[in-house]
């Protein structure tokens, strides 16, 4: 996948059947349609676990948990896995209100999310 001067993510790097996508930037109405595609396209991949590190996310608005529903959607349909992990407390306060940190595996860490 060619980098993209404005896309979200940062660095991918794959290891021990774990695809880690490095975010950062806001994830917003602007950003969400390129990212979900990009996302869409590593789903396409079938990792086993899809690891995504949100610390350098500084905020996340409603189509950037839909871009975050859908990616967990295809995911789940081939048995994989996807973790979320590094948010920061804006961040995780929008899944805590939509109720979504129910429905995501959510870690502290890269480690806690590789050990899921």
Request: aromatic share 6%; hydrophobic share 40%.
């Amino acid at each position: 996948m060619a980098e993209k001067q404005n896309s979200l993510i940062k660095e991918i790097r794959r290891s021990d059947g774990a695809t880690v996508v490095v975010l950062a930037g806001d994830v917003d109405l602007h950003h969400s349609p390129e990212l979900h595609a990009e996302l869409v396209e590593l789903a396409g991949e079938r990792p086993p676990r899809l690891l995504l590190d949100l610390a350098e996310v500084p905020y996340m608005d409603s189509s950037g948990v839909g871009t975050l529903v859908e990616v967990f959607r295809r995911v789940s349909s081939y048995k994989g896995k996807m973790v979320l992990f590094g948010l920061n407390d804006r961040v995780r306060s929008v899944f805590e209100i939509t109720k979504l940190d129910r429905f995501f595996t959510i870690c502290e860490t890269e480690e806690q999310a590789a050990e899921t």
